[in-house]
């Protein structure tokens, strides 16, 4: 069993070798942890990050295992893990962990009772709600992999290494730091523009032509909804179509959907409380992208959907022949700059961020809006500024993972 696991290993890994570009959190990989668990939604790169870090050791230090391969199924994740650390393995790898039934009671097994052993998984966003009933939390730390933000999409497409830029660098630079990006880089804006159809997710890399990309992005949405969803939720199969028509509403919409809760449950003919649950599936799953409204009170009613992505939203337009609307794609990239607590909807401008509001647009907005507000700024669809209350949309693809980082 083992042989067929590492020779499967070896061809996995020479699959990646010629991939130069390794992401921040393979760092946090090759930290002393001895349980990592590697969220994120399909297609953001979790795989190739994992067999990046396996690269650095042989077949007989590190095993790969693929957690719904079917020799996993039949044998268990705990046999296989149990030969390999007889025979001298001391650190093992588990990708898509959360599709293996009682994954949580084998890791933790393994964790307890092999206690030189190092551990990786990946799993899907929701993999932390299924941590609970086996104490995983406190012997877990987990890390999300997010899609590629427009400062990675840069380094991988220009072959560089460029450095982030902190939320108060962009509020008070943003002028002199366009102007140098610019000058440094003279197709910056033709590629923000390609990055928003086609530069969210790491296979760009391997997509001749916008079809083929598209198409590896339909796979991505098709198995969140079949298999994803169905292995950390009790849904029933038949309800599994409910999901493919909130995707089709938001789309059909082409503005940000404003959720009217009531309204879309009895059209789907399903309660309120199943339909809040289904947004939130859609939403941690990376899927959708839910912007509440700023309050002191908290409330489980969104009130904007986005697209987590811009990707996504021009090819379910294209592919159900719909038009998109330059303004939700602007919306939808500058909300998907931000972590979920650091954005919210504002009654004045369009979005808030700490203490500050944002209204966005294009190149002909004004401050008309937003006007004697402390605090506010445009975020424009332009190439540079001479102005930093006016900071180009894609210069906000250059924050680090969270604005306290």
Partial sequence: MLDILKTRQKRLIS???????????????????????LIGARGVGKTTLLLQYLSQYSTDEALYIVADDIAVVNFGIIAIVEEFYALGGRIVVIDEVHMFKEWAGHIKNIYDFMPDLTIRVSGSSMLNILLQSYDLSRRMVIRELKHLNFKEYME??????????????????????????????????????????????????????KLNYQSKLFNCIEKIIYEDIPSTNKIKFENLSIFKKLIYKVCESKKPYQVKIDTLAKELKISEPTLYTYLDILNKTGVFRAIYKYSSKQTKKPSKIFFANTNISYALSEDLGIATEIGTIRETYFTSCFAPKEIYYSDIGDFRVKDFIFEVGGKNKSFSQIKDIPNSYLALDIDMTSNNKKIPLWLFGFLPSYLNA
């Fill in 15 to 37: 699959l990646i070798k010629e991939i130069d570009y390794t992401r921040e959190e393979f760092g946090f990989l090759n930290s002393k942890e001895r349980l990592i668990a």
């Fill in 156 to 209: 991988i497409t220009n072959n560089t290494k460029l450095q982030s830029y902190h939320f108060d660098e962009i509020l008070t630079n943003a002028a002199d730091i366009s102007f140098e990006l610019t000058q440094r880089y003279p197709l910056l804006y033709k590629q923000f523009k390609d990055y928003l159809k086609i530069g969210v997710y790491p296979y760009f890399t391997e997509s001749d032509d």
